[in-house]
């Protein structure tokens, strides 16, 4: 069965960076648009970022020119890496996968993805 596990989650600073890894198994995911969601406490689960089999990449307005989303199809592993993570970015990541392969980067809706992880926390210090 198709399995998505985050890591990365942390507890860090204002200004601070960190990575986020979603390790991918039960089918290759080459061929599949992946993405990132987050959800703060109280609300809605929220599109970040996303990169679809050709590499093409799509970013949440809030997060463009500090987050990069790639991926490393040999370990079936998607990556989020944040800069100048602010306060604001603090929230549960969640990875998720399409079900289709093919497809472009701009799918930006929770029902556009049928596998989840199960999340890792990010909290920003102000």
């Known amino acids: 069965q198709v399995q998505l596990v985050e890591s990365g989650g942390a507890l860090v600073q204002a200004g601070d960076s960190l990575r986020l890894s979603c390790a991918a198994s039960?089918?290759?995911?080459?061929?599949?648009?992946m993405g990132w969601f987050r959800q703060a406490p109280g609300k809605e689960r929220d599109f970040v970022a996303a990169?679809?089999?050709?590499?093409?990449?799509n970013y949440a307005d809030s997060v463009k020119g500090r987050f990069t989303i790639s991926r490393d199809n040999a370990k079936n592993t998607v990556y989020l890496q944040m800069n100048s993570l602010k306060p604001e970015d603090t929230a549960v990541y969640y990875c998720?996968?399409?079900?289709?392969?093919?497809?472009?980067?701009?799918?930006?809706?929770?029902?556009?993805?049928?596998?989840w992880g199960q999340g890792t926390q990010v909290t920003v210090s102000s």
């Open positions: 998720a996968a399409r079900r289709y392969a093919g497809g472009s980067s701009y799918y930006t809706k929770v029902d556009d993805y049928s596998y």
């Open positions: 039960g089918r290759t995911f080459n061929s599949y648009t």
């Open positions: 990169i679809n089999w050709a590499g093409e990449t």
